[in-house]
């Protein structure tokens, strides 16, 4: 089963710009992956950020964003808030239509 | 607003049989994909498997020995059969409704494997 690697922790001034990142053992991430992001806070569920790549759900501020970058999917964050700390996972979609999620970045804003 | 809510026990004795129902209120169940992902400090997100409304399934290969899957459209719930548990499927469980814009989340319940 492929791997889906992301960076464990990352830091982040407020008003700063951090780029989150998800990898696949199987080679480049590409738009077939269908990437997802999840923001989950403390004590809830995860929430779908961005979904296909790119876009983002309703509720999502606009300062997030989803990209392909260097064969992995890019989620970045411009101009960080105090609220956007929080657990963010991705998810990319393998052959049989099965998802893989990564482990997680830990996104703290200090 | 679609909200899903999970019930079953929080706790299952090693080697029974994990059983949970996510309710689905405030949408429809058809068309849709139902999926069912657990979290574990441990191991992070993981997901379970899917079933469609048509009772079409699709699981993780490595659970898939050990999981049923079933949907009642009429009472508007599907519902997750994990057998032969071990302390490892204690978890975070979550059922979603998985479409083209990604997940929507049920709250979740934990559910602890004892011996």
């Known amino acids: 089963q492929a791997v889906v690697t992301q960076e464990p922790s990352l830091t982040v001034s407020p008003g700063g710009t951090v780029t989150l990142t998800c990898d696949s053992s199987?080679?480049?991430?590409?738009?077939?992956?269908?990437p997802r992001w999840f923001q989950q806070k403390p004590g809830q569920a995860p929430r779908t950020l961005i979904y296909d790549t790119n876009n983002k759900q309703s509720w999502a501020p606009a300062r997030f964003s989803g990209s392909l970058l260097g064969g992995k999917a890019v989620l970045a964050l411009s101009g960080a808030q105090a609220e956007d700390e929080a657990d963010y996972y991705c998810?990319?979609?393998?052959?049989?239509?099965?998802?893989?999620f990564g482990g997680g970045t830990k996104l703290t804003v200090l | 607003q679609l909200q899903l809510q999970e019930s079953g026990p929080g706790r299952v004795k090693a080697s029974e049989t994990l059983s949970l129902t996510c309710t689905v209120s405030?949408?429809?169940?058809?068309?849709?994909?139902w999926s069912w992902i657990r979290q574990t400090p441990g191991k992070g997100l993981e997901w379970i498997g899917y079933?469609?409304?048509?009772?079409?399934?699709n699981y993780n290969p490595s659970l898939k020995t050990r999981v049923t899957m079933s949907v009642d459209t009429s009472k508007k719930q599907f519902s997750l059969a994990l057998h032969s548990v071990t302390a490892s499927d204690t978890a975070v469980y979550y059922c979603?409704?998985?479409?083209?814009?990604?997940?929507?989340w049920g709250q979740g319940t934990l559910v602890t494997v004892s011996s």
């Open positions: 998810s990319l979609l393998y052959s049989g239509g099965r998802p893989v």
């Open positions: 405030g949408g429809s169940i058809s068309p849709y994909y």
């Open positions: 079933i469609y409304y048509t009772g079409i399934t």
């Open positions: 199987t080679g480049p991430v590409t738009s077939a992956h269908y």
């Open positions: 979603a409704r998985d479409s083209s814009e990604g997940y929507i």
